[in-house]
């Protein structure tokens, strides 16, 4: 008996490791290939793919073994999160389906039990990805693997505070191997150039160090009154003066935040209580841009406004769209995790509660929340420290596991078989994008295939296009508004002008054209637009008006255009004002 006892104890052991590599790998990958899969192919729906993948792969060993399912605070939010998300269909647009699998992610996540490799495999993940950064997509700034370089910053800004806790608590030849692994971290965020990143790496490596290096503490210790009140005031001084020169780094990009949180303030004014609604910033902003403008129409901020998509403040956009119940339900949520006490696995949830500190911090002055890449780091760090929250709310039976099995296995082959419609569409819709054919024959696949699109905003916008272009503007500018739902933007405005114009609708084109310049009036392309309708429609004063408008116009970026649309102006001015 003993010996079947000490085997069945080994065996289960031995079985409890072998889960642990396999959950532990599985999730690696996902990290590692998702930033590698490119965004301009077909290759987008294998993200979606390789994520509900993921979920299954991970939460099946936990239903099956279990026998009760623990109902957690986040499990709320989960149900929450997806039931708004669904009554907010006429808002949806292609990520979203993205957005739902990272719920399903961050569930399956939060019940997996996780040990400190995922921390050291997911550091060198960042490492492997930053050298790539620096090794394929060398430019000033550094674009990166993710193809933008605030958002490479970010990433890697978000992972680092693991290897650096992980440097501090290990023992000589492991804080080698870690700041090994830092350096390339390090360099590559310093490289993008992001404001953000850096001083969340800076501020994050502070605040470890101080709580994590023992001869720092004793040290501290130490400190009479008459060193803190000399050492003090230096310390305060070289941060004010650190954190002035880093922000004004790139003064006008400082300006143009700025105006951002300016204008995304008076929206939540407006809507404080539950704000516009999933996914309305894009649309919203840009008319709250207009009337901020029409009341200073002598702002210093004219020459910053732009068709801005990000709030560049979780704070604040959620607050936009979610107003003050949004606002307070996502610090409950992190104040929450926070609180998360465990002794047992201090290694494991330490960095990872450095880690919320590090998303807080980037959240202030950035958007890691709005794109898919960051927000698969945010949810797999959330969900591993939430995993190790033993609060529950309450438990269901083995007798529930199958009902919640065979949910989530219809839920699961519905995705994956809309995934597979959508990509087929999507590929569809490339390859006619791309081929030289009529585009009467484009409109035709367009057609056949808009249904399975309908949530893409870019293919309702080439679809528009296409539609202007065989002459069926009105049909385009329906299709148009479908777009200004989800991307308010000036060029689309001046679009719908132009087909007003096509139609002989003349005070439809002339409100488009001037609706577009007032949504961003340091652009002169809907001046010019205006000009040429008033040309058209022989209307001579207000052409001139126009065209001595563009002749005073303070160009924000020069260009050849710019310059042929001035000479155009003045050669009206020369022509007609007499």
């Not at 965020?189 to 953000?196: A, C, E, M, Q, V």
């Not at 605040?207 to 130490?222: A, R």
Request: aromatic residues 14%; positive net charge; proline residues 3%.
């Amino acid at each position: 008996k003993i010996i079947l006892f000490s085997m069945r104890k080994r065996f289960n052991f031995q079985q409890k490791q072998n889960t642990e590599i396999f959950t532990n790998l599985t999730l690696a990958s996902l990290l590692f290939l998702f930033p590698l899969i490119s965004n301009r192919t077909n290759y987008i729906y294998i993200k979606e793919i390789l994520v509900f993948s993921t979920c299954a792969i991970l939460i099946l060993p936990h239903l099956l073994s279990k026998n009760k399912i623990h109902i957690q605070i986040y499990d709320i939010y989960i149900i929450i999160g997806i039931v708004y998300i669904t009554s907010h269909i006429n808002n949806w647009e292609k990520d979203t389906y993205t957005i739902i699998s990272y719920l399903i992610l961050f569930y399956s996540i939060s019940k997996t039990k996780w040990n400190i490799n995922i921390l050291r495999l997911i550091i060198s993940i960042s490492t492997i990805h930053a050298v790539m950064s620096i090794v394929n997509n060398y430019t000033m700034p550094l674009i990166g693997i993710m193809g933008n370089s605030g958002i490479t910053g970010i990433y890697l800004a978000i992972t680092y505070p693991i290897g650096f806790y992980l440097l501090l608590n290990s023992n000589t030849i492991h804080k080698i191997i870690f700041g090994i692994l830092l350096l390339p971290i390090i360099l590559t965020i310093f490289l993008t150039d992001s404001r953000n990143g850096i001083l969340s790496v800076l501020t994050c490596s502070i605040l470890i160090y101080c709580n994590n290096s023992n001869s720092f503490i004793e040290y501290i210790k130490k400190i009479n009154l008459k060193q803190s009140i000399i050492f003090a005031p230096i310390i305060i001084l070289l941060s004010i003066f650190s954190l002035y020169n880093l922000i004004n780094h790139r003064k006008d990009s400082v300006d143009g935040r700025i105006l951002i949180y300016k204008i995304t303030t008076n929206m939540i004014f407006n809507r404080p209580i539950s704000g516009f609604g999933y996914n309305t910033f894009y649309s919203i902003y840009p008319e709250y841009q207009m009337t901020y403008f029409k009341k200073n129409p002598d702002s210093k901020y004219i020459k910053f406004a732009d068709n801005t998509k990000y709030g560049f403040n979780e704070i604040l956009q959620i607050g936009a769209e979610y107003g003050i119940i949004g606002i307070i339900l996502t610090f409950v949520f992190t104040i929450y995790l926070f609180t998360i006490k465990n002794e047992k696995n201090k290694f494991i949830v330490s960095p990872v509660k450095y880690t919320i500190l590090s998303i807080f911090l980037l959240s202030l002055f950035s958007y890691p929340l709005r794109r898919v890449e960051t927000l698969l780091t945010i949810t797999t760090f959330t969900g591993i420290l939430a995993s190790f929250d033993k609060r529950f709310l309450l438990s269901f039976n083995r007798t529930h596991h199958k009902l919640i099995i065979i949910s989530l296995a219809i839920c699961y082959f519905e995705i994956i078989n809309t995934t597979i419609n959508r990509n087929y569409a999507y590929t569809i819709w490339q390859q006619s994008k791309k081929a030289s054919k009529p585009d009467k024959e484009k409109l035709l696949i367009y057609n056949s295939i808009e249904d399975k699109l309908k949530y893409d905003t870019l293919f309702l916008y080439d679809y528009a296009v296409i539609l202007s272009n065989c002459n069926k503007n009105e049909e385009s500018n329906i299709y148009f508004e479908k777009v200004l739902k989800h991307m308010n933007t000036s060029f689309i405005w001046i679009l719908k002008g132009n087909n007003y114009k096509n139609t002989n609708n003349f005070n439809n084109a002339q409100n488009c054209y001037i609706h577009a310049f007032k949504m961003v009036p340091n652009r002169i392309f809907p001046l010019y637009q205006l000009m040429l309708l008033y040309k058209e429609y022989d209307k001579k004063n207000e052409m001139i008006k126009t065209a001595k408008l563009i002749k005073d116009f303070k160009i924000k970026i020069p260009s050849y255009t710019t310059l042929k649309i001035k000479e155009e102006a003045n050669e009206i001015i020369s022509i007609y004002n007499k």
